[in-house]
């Protein structure tokens, strides 16, 4: 008697392609959502992490403000100030144009050359707008220049100071070092920068008086005791509420501590 064939018919071929379709398309939706979430991940990520330097960038700046070491602008004799720059009056302006605002400051670059013999230094040297060169000991023994070479003698203390501009433009933190050249952009998908200015009532006044202003004039630089910055970062800062990820708002204050009482 002969054997009977078994074997797979029609029926359970089509049940058994469908089940691994479904199979199929389940560990493909799995795929999908993994790899949607990394994305997502990713991107929160990268935004907290370009918040971060960029806070951390700017009040490192700001707390350098008016820190000349041994040196004190305000307090040189009638002699001596003539030869500051004027600039040097207002380490600090944030002026709004058009388009951007943009944030000024002047801050020494950290320099700690010990001179044992007579020699010379300019500004280029150390990729500053100006230089500073004193003993700190005979306040009328003061040099300072933009582009000459100066004189700097055994025991001489050299400053660079550097001008720094922050703006944002076209969604990106954009700097320019030295009032020189194109601003180059630093950090991207800022959906919005606004600055807030704490002002003392006046010059012998180290705290805070009444609110925070959005901008200031040359003649209250003195006055700023603090700075206020509210950041939005967003992978689509042109419209943050349509991002794959949820717009990330930080707020700090920095206070300016670098005064000499």
């Not at 040359?218 to 509420?241: F, G, I, T």
Request: charged share 20%; proline share 3%.
């Amino acid at each position: 008697m002969g054997r009977r064939c078994a074997g797979f018919g029609l029926i359970e071929l089509m049940i058994a392609l469908t089940l691994g379709l479904v199979l199929v398309m389940g560990v493909v939706q799995v795929f999908i959502g993994s790899k949607q979430t990394l994305v997502v991940q990713r991107a929160a990520a990268t935004l907290q992490e370009d918040a971060r330097y960029l806070l951390g960038r700017l009040s490192q700046e700001l707390r350098m403000l008016n820190m000349y070491g041994c040196l004190d602008l305000a307090r040189l004799p009638e002699s001596i100030r003539s030869a500051v720059p004027p600039a040097l009056e207002a380490p600090i302006s944030y002026s709004v144009g058009s388009t951007a605002g943009t944030l000024t400051l002047i801050t020494a670059v950290p320099n700690a050359e010990i001179f044992t013999a007579d020699t010379t230094r300019s500004a280029s040297n150390y990729g500053a707008r100006w230089l500073i060169v004193t003993n700190c000991r005979d306040t009328d023994d003061l040099r300072i220049s933009s582009a000459d070479e100066l004189a700097v003698r055994p025991g001489d203390l050299v400053i660079p100071l550097r001008q720094v501009e922050y703006r944002v433009k076209n969604h990106a933190l954009q700097i320019r070092n030295n009032g020189a050249g194109n601003f180059q952009t630093l950090i991207e998908g800022v959906a919005d920068l606004s600055l807030g200015f704490g002002l003392a009532a006046s010059a012998d006044d180290r705290q805070v008086s009444g609110g925070y202003m959005d901008e200031i004039a040359a003649a209250q630089a003195q006055l700023v005791r603090s700075v206020k910055l509210d950041l939005q970062m967003s992978d689509n800062p042109q419209s943050p509420e349509d991002g794959q990820v949820r717009a990330q708002n930080f707020m700090q204050v920095v206070a300016i501590r670098n005064r000499i009482d």
